[in-house]
Nanobody, 118 residues
Framework: QVQLVESGGGLAQAGGSLRLSCVASGRALSSYAMDWFRQAPGKEREFVARIMWINGNRDYADSVKGRCTISRDNANNTMYLQMNSLDPEYTAVYYC???????????WGQGTQVTVSS
């Protein structure tokens, strides 16, 4: 079992920045990948970014490339999402997910609300 707790959301102005955090506990993460997803009001949950815990390889949705950076802190089992040049379209609940590579296990956090005002 992996427990995930997101934080760092809040209200920001367009053009500003926010850094989201996701703290993982319960298991070693070397066999896991971790993702950020977001769900805007009235829309489906969508993929934002991914990081492979064992080697730090990263992947991004086209919509956030160049404006978001995913990273991890191995020592503290924490994943981050640095978001710059925020746009009102970034308003959503942001979720982190951990999933076991080659397996079927996945875990979700409770989400953190990001609201970007114009």
């Amino acid at each position: 079992q992996v427990q995930l707790v997101e934080s760092g959301g809040g209200l920001a102005q367009a053009g500003g920045s926010l850094r989201l955090s996701c703290v993982a506990s319960g298991r070693a993460l070397s066999s896991y990948a971790m993702d950020w997803f977001r769900q805007a009001p009235g829309k489906e949950r969508e993929f934002v970014a991914r990081i492979m815990w064992i080697n730090g390889n990263r992947d991004y949705a086209d919509s956030v490339k160049g404006r978001c950076t995913i990273s991890r802190d191995n020592a503290n089992n924490t994943m981050y999402l640095q978001m710059n040049s925020l746009d009102p379209e970034y308003t959503a609940v942001y979720y982190c997910r951990a999933w076991r590579i080659g397996g079927y296990l996945e875990y979700w956090g409770q989400g953190t609300q990001v609201t970007v005002s114009s």
